[in-house]
């Protein structure tokens, strides 16, 4: 089974499984160890590799609910190996839960320090090793009040001031660890560097705003057996598991073996976007590349000659994989080019000016969801917000829910652009991609990813497959750049392409042990 195929860390929960989880494990628990004292021992361990040690103090920031408690633990493990701790307490003791009240008792009785709120806020900037955000787990609903969202404020700007590590016990707080977005618009959220998350890995912390403020993201378990996990259905989209899906080539191999790709777009003034989609599909293994442009074909691509180029009409499109949007515009034409691609196209990848005119046209709309054969979807967060006729904003508030959306109404794979960007299919299985950074926030890199997406999709024939191997290979390439100085300001579409090429063959002749590929 798929769930069985991935780690702990792959596979993504939302917050009412995971209470589900604890629940039942709750129930049935034994041994010596509560979850709490486990969550605590968890994160001082973590906090010992990151920055606490014996030279100054660390700063435990403990919340009014279980997450405090797992603070308190967490203190009295690190007193434990030798560090001194400071509590800050944010919340009615009285309001605690047993273990988190035997939490704050065994902290007390080992003589831990404890600080008022606003004598933190006021005195002094102490020097800590790291600060340790226990304030609010999965289950904050509402904005931090006035008190505790200036304490937010001041972790975030004491951190970046004196280069304080922060460890969020299982959520950042303020985020939502569902959809990845803070609480509210205005809400304040700690800045972590690292978050240790407890029971099972969270989409918020991967998606939307979350990749900001996670920091780096642990798993811990609490040793919770493998029977009280339920069949998962989201996933990270992470490189171990794309090793099986492209093979090596075979020596008796043609450019026929590979796929046909028929780039449709570049409209008057959007030339560029149509070969940038072309050059892609090149350098991501397609056999064969046609690009057919409203504004005029030229003659054809000086750096990359390997491009054909056709007249508008002139290119049949059954048996080929069709590519169409970038810089496609809304023109009658271009109408006309889209609802033949749907009706004819052996497989289709659908961006940009393709998406607008499927949103504002229920006969395009009825037509791509008749479909039966191979489709991907790329929309950005506003276009796909024209398509389920909701604000930007409303997608970015939940962007798992609307890649669900998009993909049930136009039964498609679809591949939701952003920080974190959410591969889905029509079942609502759902992965969410661990690569690409700022980089890729410029003009150009969506009909590179379009163009990829089309070249894999021929080359494999299924679109989840296709839709989780471009975007991974798409962001990992802007990473690696990025890693070598190129960027992320500045860096072109243009430049992702060899690095691209690089790591689908990486991803393809992953089991060789010469060292070459």
Known sequence: ML???FTHEARLYSVEQIREIE???LAAHQGDMSLMQKAGLATAELAMKIGADKHAPVLILAGPGNNGGDAYEAGYQLSKLGCKVVFVICGKIENYSRDAQAALQRARAAGLEFAELDELLNAPQQRWSLIIDGLFGIGLKRSPEAGIARLIEFVNQLSIEKSIPVLAIDVPSGLN?????????????????????FIANKSGLHTGSGKDYAGQVSISTLDIAEDFFPECHSYLNQRTSL????????????KGSFGDIVVLGGAKGMAGAAILAARAAQFAGAGRIYCSMLAGAPAYDSLHPEIMFRKVGEISLPGTTVVIGPGLGTSNLAHALLSKAILTAQALVIDADALNLIAVDSKLRVLLHNRNTPCIITPHPLEAARLLNQS????????LLAARELARQFNAVAILKGSGSIICDPDGKLFINTTGNPALASGGTGDVLAGVAGALLAQLGNSMDAARMAAWVHGHAADELVMRGLGPIGLSASELLPEIRLHINKLAYHSKTDGRL
């Open 392 to 399: 930007a904003a409303d997608i970015q508030n939940n962007r």
């Open 3 to 5: 769930h069985q195929a």
């Open 177 to 197: 660890a569902d959809t990845g977005q803070a609480t509210s618009q205005d809400s304040a959220v700690i800045q972590a560097s690292h978050t240790i998350s």
């Open 243 to 254: 090793f099986p899906l492209l093979k090596p080539r075979k020596q008796n191999s043609h």
């Open 23 to 25: 629940n039942r494990a």
